[in-house]
């Protein structure tokens, strides 16, 4: 996914009849207050009913995306797009265009907690779009706004999305793939997914020092950390 790379072993999630799915992984560090920098590649196909949704969450512990404090829905999350849900309250993207069946996008989340509100702002971007943007002076950092308009060239976001709710939530040590099929047969695929607290020009960067190995049934998965930055692949 042109800069943003990719190291392989990729995990899937297939759900079939309202059928879900959720593994977890402890972080390598609880995410307390401050700002956080989620980053994931995603494509999904054979999504048989709006509603159908593959999801990252982090929370206290393994949650479903009904009740984790912070919830990152990529796909089929309302109208076919994606959104999030922050201790049970949901919020939907906005933008004109959904994902398309067997195309890789990028999702991007700017996470924040102060012991008071959950907020999170969320960006779903082409590779045109990922191109674009981090080839700017001051990379996504300077240039991802929610002022952004939606649409599919490449200067626009996919999709946008904001949310803030009251929540006194301060420690996030796990984090949740979640895979969810209203009715007929649902596949997501998830790749690359990294968690930084610097920003996410942090995201894209490998970090081959302090690397944690550990499976997953659908997969091979890495955890590397420096500076609190946590990449799974």
């Known amino acids: 996914f042109g800069g943003y790379g990719s190291s392989g072993g990729a995990a899937s999630f297939t759900q079939s009849n309202f059928a879900a799915s959720v593994v977890t992984r402890q972080l390598n560090s609880a995410l307390g207050t401050g700002t956080y920098y989620l980053g994931y590649l995603f494509s999904a196909t054979a999504r048989a009913n709006n509603g159908s949704v593959g999801s990252l969450l982090l929370g206290p512990s393994n949650q479903s995306g009904n009740t984790s404090p912070a919830a990152i829905f990529s796909d089929e999350f309302a109208n076919n797009l994606g959104g999030s849900r922050v ?25 924040s907690l102060n012991g008071t509100t959950v907020g999170i702002d969320r960006y779903i971007l082409t590779l045109a779009q990922y191109t674009h943007f981090n080839g700017l002076s001051g990379g996504l950092d300077a240039n991802l706004s929610q002022s952004l308009t939606t649409g599919t060239d490449s200067t626009n976001v996919l999709q946008k999305g904001t949310q803030s709710v009251a929540d006194a939530t301060t420690s996030l040590p796990y984090l949740s793939f979640e895979g969810y099929a209203n009715g007929g047969t649902f596949t997501f695929t998830y790749d690359e997914v990294r968690l930084s607290d610097t920003g996410f020009n942090a995201l894209p960067v490998p970090e081959p020092s302090g690397a944690l190995l550990f499976a997953m049934a659908a997969g091979a998965w890495f955890a590397r950390q420096r500076r609190r930055l946590v990449r799974l692949t």
């Open 87 to 111: 201790a049970g309250t949901s919020s939907a993207n906005t933008g004109s265009s959904s994902a398309a069946d067997g195309t890789t996008y990028l999702s991007l989340s700017r996470i």
